[in-house]
């Protein structure tokens, strides 16, 4: 085989989360971070959840979670309300709109690759794993930190040539 296919596959893959996220963005008006929290949140007891919860599910901190949650009550598909007992924390909770967008919007890439990985072995988990390791080692990102979805908003916040974030 031809170590270019490899290579093509891996554009492929890039150009496909790419794309995916622009579209969402366009069609719908959020991010897919933005989305994947409303997924959340509508698999949560009472549609609501605190926003350590929602940044423990998307492997963010707290401070990229407290953005989403800002952008999505801004357009009226979360409201933070204070949480019962203690008026001094906050619950984040899906609103009607938030629900009727979450009826609107096709299933996610990364959703499609959950359902296709869970049918996988552990033998063919280990390999695909340690195939991905691989490439990842090859292109030094063994310290990087990252969530378990790609995004645009990944690229956005970090500039290649200082190979710093962006702030």
Known sequence: MDYTTILVNLRKIVRSVNLESKRVEKEFGVSIPQLL????????????????GIA?????????????????????FVARLPKAGDRRKTSVILTAQGF???????????????????KLTEKELTDLNRSLQWIVTCFELDNESASPLITIDDFASYDPLEKTPLN
């Open 100 to 118: 009727e967008l979450l009826k609107k919007t096709p299933e996610l890439k990364h959703q499609q690759l959950n359902k296709k990985l869970s």
């Open 56 to 76: 423990n599910y998307l492997n963010l901190n707290l401070s990229t979670v407290t953005g989403i949650i800002s952008r999505l009550e801004a357009k009226h």
């Open 37 to 52: 929290c409303l997924h959340y949140l509508i698999n949560q007891p009472e549609y609501q959840s605190t926003i350590t």
